[in-house]
């Protein structure tokens, strides 16, 4: 096994001495048989969380009521889940509840892709009674059971096959694609913050093209906030693993469109609201300025990847990303801070001048001209620079 499973596979044995079953499952087995990076690793168990709990010394308690708990053992976590099956879905957005089984193949059944329901032990040996294996192999999306009942259990499945595909390249089963087309209604009742999770991801796959295609052949798009009203928008867009800035570029190719009106479709968090309104200034100011001192000393480096992106899909401009660097290695300060002067010198400099606002605008103005026009960060050339530029007080 590899090295990411030998840990846990450690966790499986002690629960197996302790009379219950453990597995691998989900997307970390799937991703082992199809040779892709493993990034976690989820472990299923016939015991309960209590019983977890009186296993290991130290369990942190994360979902119990969807028996889900974190055990910690060697300085490393590991999220075991115990078998369950679902309840109804009346409202189409949750389980109204969850039951605790103590047979893997009930667990496995409840999953929604053949690829997905795939048991794994500590040696290795596959237990896969809906041959998941076989349509990874044919690189195929299909529904453990009837897709039209799987789908109205829970319509996000529609949007996870698509993101599945996006991020694997796989194709969409004959039988679960006419299902999606028939139950993609669903989707407007559920909870958006569970769609705009799978949109995420699904922007992000490096088959996103044809994720798309299905998109509009399904005609999904009119059940994605945003994209229903301007589906063409998303053939234009390349793959990218954040929504900010396919906010942004929404946003700055419709005038109609506004970074809020996205953030609010998908009920986004403000950090990923600033994000996309920060890429929609820099944008701006590129069309204006260009890429000076100024543009990237005021966007954060963590930016300027989606900004690149953004002024490709908008512009076919490439930008060396190398350039911006070269320019930031380059700037005198990187932040207020690095001034060498402050409030206290102006006001002990000008000591004539009550107290106002004219300090943080002459701040402002040194910080801009330290920046982009080669005045000395030195506080007798800064003085100097001051008596040639103070506005005269009136
Ligand atoms: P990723 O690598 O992106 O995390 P994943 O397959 O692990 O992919 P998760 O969303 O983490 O996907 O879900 C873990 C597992 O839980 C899935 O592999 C699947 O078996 C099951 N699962 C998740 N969501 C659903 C759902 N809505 N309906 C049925 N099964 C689900
Ligand atoms: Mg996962």
């Known amino acids: 096994l590899p ?40 472990i299923a168990s016939s015991a ?47 389980p109204d509840e969850v039951y605790f ?7 496995l059944k409840r999953r929604d892709f053949t690829m997905n329901a795939i048991a794994m032990d500590a040696k290795g040996e596959m237990l896969d009674p809906f041959y998941g294996r076989e349509d990874i192999v044919s690189e195929r999306i299909q529904t453990v059971g009837d897709a039209a009942e799987r789908f109205k259990e829970d319509a996000l499945r529609i ?12 194709s969409i089963e004959g039988h679960t694609k006419k299902a999606m087309k028939h139950y993609k209604g669903l989707i407007d009742k559920l909870a958006v913050e569970r769609l705009t999770v799978e949109l995420e991801k699904l922007c992000a796959g490096s088959f996103f093209k044809k994720a ?22 998303l053939k234009e867009l390349e793959p990218v693993a954040s929504l900010a800035p396919v906010f942004a570029f929404v946003a700055l190719k419709r005038s109609s469109i506004t970074v809020t009106d996205c953030i609010k479709a998908y009920k986004c968090s403000n950090q990923l609201k600033q994000q996309a309104s920060n890429l929609v200034d820099a944008y701006h100011h590129y ?22 992106y953004l002024v490709k899909q908008i512009d076919k401009d490439i930008i060396d990303i190398k ?56 506080k007798s050339k800064i003085k100097e620079w001051i008596q040639w530029n103070l506005p005269v007080q009136d």
């Open 3 to 42: 090295t990411v499973f030998q840990k846990a596979a450690k966790v499986i044995s002690i629960i197996e001495e302790n009379q219950y079953e453990a597995y691998f499952v989900g997307g970390c087995v799937r991703d082992y048989i199809i040779g892709r990076p493993i990034h976690d690793v989820d």
């Open 48 to 94: 309960l969380p209590s019983e977890i709990q009186n296993i290991f010394p130290k369990v942190i308690p994360v979902g119990l009521e969807h028996g889900t708990v974190i055990v910690r053992y060697e300085q490393e976590s590991f999220e075991v889940t115990t078998y369950r099956t679902e309840g109804v879905y009346t409202d189409h957005r949750r």
């Open 101 to 107: 089984v103590r047979n893997i193949e009930e667990d």
């Open 159 to 170: 949007i996870r096959a698509l993101r599945f595909s996006s991020q694997l390249g796989f």
């Open 212 to 233: 798309v295609d299905y998109i509009f052949e399904l005609e999904i798009y009119h059940h994605l906030p945003i994209f229903n009203d301007e589906p063409l928008l």
């Open 287 to 308: 069309k204006k300025d260009g890429i000076n001192a100024w543009f990237v000393y005021q966007w954060p480096r963590d930016h300027w990847d989606h900004f690149t």
């Open 323 to 378: 350039e911006i660097y070269s320019i930031y290695e380059g700037l005198p300060i990187l932040s207020k801070k690095d001034l060498c002067v402050n409030g206290h010198d102006l006001m002990r400099w000008f000591p004539e001048r009550p107290k106002g606002k004219w300090i943080k605008e002459l701040l402002d103005q040194i910080e801009y001209h330290i920046v982009i026009s080669g005045l000395a960060n030195e």
